[in-house]
């Protein structure tokens, strides 16, 4: 049942932390209006209230699955690099079930990984002092049996395995989101390859969930923050950030896993375009004053 799935993991060592250090030290009346979101909410208002299980995911497929209705999209892709033993690719695929529920827009899942644990570090940039070669290994055949219909695994290095899926993306089914945990700089330079096919492969905005941001020995010049300053330095048009603003749009403002929430701009995308950016309706903001 996913509440005992819920109480499980709450009870992981370092869960219980984010329970205490970043739920419980937000306003009491929210923590109470939580409670009624999460006996009788819809699937939207669980998401506002960040009471899904990795709201690291929820929330961008969401918002990745609006923003497709709006272009007029009935169907996105979303991406997962670095799958290890599977709980984030199968909580994925859930969390794409209950958003193509609640917004009717389809979700397909894709997982990306060697599956064959971590490769050796390249030197001080890949963090081996929190990393090392063989973490994280996969039981693929187990996780391809429990994986549904909607999601596929890609086994192999990823230098070879996103330029082939890059030419299977079709703009009727754009990438709209991609969660990047491949732990070191080396294979985060290679995953952000994903970011360089054509306009219309992707949404205008993509979130990026970037994991291994947020440890203490991260920095500019090391991990997935210096694979992104490098990717921005390479590229005119396609851009990484962080998500503009998004706390302040959180309910809950404490979450960790905003910090590590990026977006990817795809500032040549038919939408950001003049020649093709055109809106049905001009836009007017009346003035009260005048009578």
Aim: neutral net charge; contains cysteine; aromatic residues 10%.
């Amino acid at each position: 049942m996913l509440s005992s799935y819920v109480v499980r993991r709450a009870l992981t060592d370092g869960k219980y932390k984010k329970i205490f250090v970043e739920r419980l030290t937000e306003p009491l009346h929210l923590n109470l209006i939580s409670l009624g979101v999460a006996l009788f909410g819809p699937y939207r208002a669980k998401v506002a209230f960040d009471l899904m299980v990795r709201q690291q995911y929820a929330f961008p497929i969401l918002f990745a699955a609006e923003e497709a209705k709006r272009q007029g999209l009935r169907r996105i892709t979303v991406l997962e690099f670095g799958v290890a033993a599977g709980a984030g690719l199968m909580n994925m695929c859930e969390l794409a079930r209950r958003t193509e529920a609640a917004t009717g827009v389809g979700i397909d899942v894709v997982g990306f990984d060697t599956g064959a644990g971590m490769p050796p570090a390249i030197d001080h940039r890949d963090m081996p002092e929190y990393f090392q070669e063989g973490d994280f290994p996969m039981d693929f055949e187990a996780l391809r049996r429990a994986l549904p219909a909607r999601c596929r695994l890609v086994i192999g290095d990823v230098e070879a395995t996103i330029p082939d899926f890059l030419a299977s993306v079709s703009p009727a089914a754009p990438i709209g989101f991609v969660s990047v945990d491949v732990d070191y700089y080396s294979s985060a330079v290679k995953v952000l390859g994903i970011l360089e096919g054509g306009a219309d492969q992707y949404l205008p905005i993509v979130p990026v969930y970037l994991d291994d941001v947020g440890m203490d020995g991260a920095n500019p010049w090391n991990g997935e923050l210096l694979a992104a300053r490098e990717f921005n330095e390479a590229h005119r048009l396609r851009k990484l950030a962080p998500f503009n603003v998004l706390r302040a749009k959180r309910v809950f403002k404490n979450a960790g896993w905003i910090d590590r929430m990026y977006a990817a701009h795809i500032h040549d995308h038919p939408a950001r375009v003049p020649a093709t950016a055109k809106r049905a309706r001009q836009a007017y903001i009346p003035n009260e004053y005048l009578r």
